[in-house]
């Protein structure tokens, strides 16, 4: 089921933003996003995105990261510095590597347009909202997976002592 979200996403992003790929074509990129997913293949044929966890096929280029590393190149850190780090791993083909990386860093989506289509604009907007904190947050935390899990918690467990809960309404 991990699988097919994230091929939906991938292809999303592909069908609704400004991503080429192109230069992808023909490309199978491993990609290991450690502690979270399982190893699973990206295969880009015919300007899509196919996602399988066929450890059996050879691929061009193998990628190796954590959660927090993943994070840290939509905030745009150079993929260099952070092979330099040894915070990602990479075998194989260096220049796939960054032609996905370039491709996924440039992705620009429109959430509340692309939302409004299947729930309206005023529910659209407020997750839009939403989407806009989250993104700060992820911006200004150094471990951005677990900012959002603990205040998450936080809001769920005890919302009326949450800072993130405010309700100037009233």
């Known amino acids: 089921m991990q699988h097919f ?3 939906q996403a991938l292809n999303l992003l592909i069908q ?17 996003l450690v502690d979270l997913l399982p190893d699973v293949n990206f295969i880009c044929t015919n300007n899509r995105i196919f996602v399988n966890s066929d450890t059996s096929t050879s691929s061009d280029v193998e990628i190796k990261l954590r959660p927090n590393v993943f994070f840290a190149l939509f905030k745009g850190e150079d993929l260099t510095d952070l092979l330099r ?58 471990n951005p997976l677990e900012a959002l899990k603990d205040g998450l918690s936080e809001l769920l467990i005890q919302p009326k002592v949450s800072k993130k809960y405010t309700n100037s309404h009233h």
Not at 87 to 104: C, M, P, R, S
Not at 105 to 126: F, K, M, N, P, R
């Open 5 to 7: 979200v994230l091929e």
């Open 16 to 32: 609704n933003g400004s991503i080429d790929i192109k230069p992808l074509e023909s490309k199978v990129i491993r990609f290991t």
């Open 85 to 142: 780090q040894d915070k990602i791993h990479i075998h194989g083909d260096v220049k796939t590597a960054q032609l996905l990386v370039d491709l996924l860093s440039t992705t620009e989506l429109d959430l509340e347009e692309l939302l409004s289509q299947y729930t309206g604009d005023i529910v659209a907007h407020e997750m839009g909202k939403t989407a806009k904190k989250i993104k700060q947050v992820v911006k200004q935390s150094p």
